[in-house]
């Protein structure tokens, strides 16, 4: 009678424990903030080395899986101008997928561009905080190498985090990363710009560009503090390097599940050519709306553009660089799909909103360049992502394996036991936590040479015993009578 009791309680700690494991979605735990981490530091487009930094939150009262935890890496937009890892939507997403289970990560990254050495004006901001003026470069090349920078600046910060990975139990295996805006063109770099014969033209060594006019000294780029002023910046455009960059580069293998592009798009073709293996998926949200991504193929800000010249009286922005917008990513992902390429499976979620400019003027609620729904969109991409999930327990150890040969169940005896636990003694050194049915910590050891645990002063339970050895994680459930 008492075995079968045992065994009841067993089955019933079993199925709570079942229940209560993330399902990625809901929103269901209590989350902890590391702000301004120092990733990295890199040499910003006019010289000035900048300082690298992110914000990191995870979960506080989850049980982690056996392999860890998800992980994904939020960028910001703001045209590469602007934005900051603490504004608009990112902290946000960070929160709210901590929340769900991930450990989750806000980045900051390179920012600036030439402006034009013309005299362009127009009495017109507004966009992220960016005026009408400081969008106008010297040439199309420097939007392109703006983006270059800042895919090379989150591929360290990625692998920076990956360097994290047994501090905050993180599961190398399930990796997403995300963007709004020019974050969203950064993701994608992120997760597609993987061999380097893909590397922009504009990315190799070209000519220098002639100084900014004055006009832009002052706001665009004392103000933002890319310089001191004009005569102190380097006018050099030098070869920009590895897709990879240079930050952080012994970091272990890890696998990217997903990328979630939020009214973005790509500036190249980056499906064609791909590293082997399983492709990332893509969760896709825009609006037609959108003054400053184009939903279809055409020039950044041809909406914002086209708006500040009828009701500006501005001239049209210069130097702007054609762009896919999602709808044109999607157009390209089934063009090559047809051609019997492989392509990432995708989600579009795509609003009808088609207000015109002056609608989106007189009612900031029709912004197309925006979540029409936080909720729902996030709710969306977090279902998609979830999809995407290796929930196995057999956990990353390189590059092309997994640990398929070794058993990821600690064993351990006696198991019901009225005190003391002997473990295997190839384990001795390995990182042991044990943990009640609620997920509170109650030990947390290295195996010392006598291979036992001595439990006898807890209450009579069930317990989850995990342990980490040669960078695999064991676990089991253990009853104490």
Not at 185 to 205: N, Q, W
Not at 264 to 275: E, I, N
Not at 336 to 358: F, I
Request: charged share 20%.
């Amino acid at each position: 009678m008492r075995l079968i009791l045992l065994s009841t309680f067993f089955l019933l700690s079993m199925m709570a424990n079942i229940k209560a494991q993330p399902n990625w979605v809901d929103k269901v735990y209590s989350t902890q903030t590391i702000k301004d981490l120092h990733y990295g530091e890199a040499l910003d487009y006019g010289g000035t080395i900048r300082s690298l930094t992110l914000d990191l939150a995870y979960p506080m009262n989850d049980q982690p899986p056996i392999c860890g935890r998800p992980l994904m890496m939020i960028i910001h937009g703001g045209a590469w101008l602007g934005g900051d890892k603490a504004q608009d939507y990112p902290p946000q997403l960070m929160k709210d997928f901590a929340e769900r289970g991930y450990v989750t990560a806000s980045i900051n990254y390179r920012l600036g561009m030439f402006q034009t050495e013309k005299e362009i004006n127009c009495n017109i901001s507004g966009i992220n905080g960016l005026q009408w003026n400081c969008l106008n470069m010297t040439d199309s090349l420097e939007w392109v190498r703006a983006w270059y920078r800042a895919v090379q600046d989150a591929k360290g910060a990625l692998r920076f985090l990956i360097d994290q990975h047994d501090d905050f139990q993180i599961d190398r295996r399930n990796v997403f990363v995300v963007g709004e805006s020019a974050g969203a063109f950064t993701a994608m770099g992120v997760v597609y710009l993987d061999e380097e014969d893909e590397k922009p033209e504009a990315c190799d060594s070209i000519a220098a560009v002639p100084p900014p006019h004055q006009l832009y000294e002052q706001s665009c780029i004392k103000n933002p503090g890319f310089a001191l002023d004009i005569d102190s910046m380097d006018l050099h455009r030098s070869d920009l390097g590895s897709i990879h960059g240079e930050l952080n580069p012994d970091a272990d293998p890890f696998q990217i599940k997903a990328c979630g592009d939020l009214y973005g798009g790509l500036f190249q073709d980056l499906f064609s050519s791909h590293s082997p293996g399983d492709i990332p998926a893509l969760y896709l949200y825009h609006q037609p709306a959108d003054l400053i991504v184009p939903i279809n193929y055409n020039r950044i800000l041809s909406g914002f553009s086209a708006c500040s010249s009828s009701i500006g009286g501005c001239q049209s922005i210069y130097g702007r660089p054609y762009t896919f917008g999602s709808s044109s990513v999607v157009d390209l992902i089934k063009d090559l799909q047809t051609n019997g390429t492989s392509v990432p499976d995708y989600y579009y979620d795509k609003t009808t909103n088609n207000a015109s400019c002056l609608e989106q003027i007189l009612n900031p609620a029709l912004g197309g360049h925006s979540l029409d729904n936080y909720v729902l969109r996030t709710g969306n991409m977090a279902a998609f992502f979830a999809e995407k999930m290796d929930q196995t327990n057999l956990c990353l150890i390189s590059n092309t394996e997994e640990n398929k040969a070794e058993p990821n169940q600690l064993f351990i005896y006696p198991n019901p036991t009225s005190g003391v636990l002997n473990l295997p003694s190839n384990m001795i050194g390995g990182l042991i936590t044990l943990t009640n049915s609620q997920g509170v910590l109650l030990l947390d050891q290295r195996l010392d040479p006598s291979c036992q645990i001595d439990i006898h002063s807890f209450p009579a339970g069930l317990y989850h015993l995990h342990m980490i050895h040669n960078k695999r994680v064991l676990t089991t459930l253990v009853i104490k009578r």
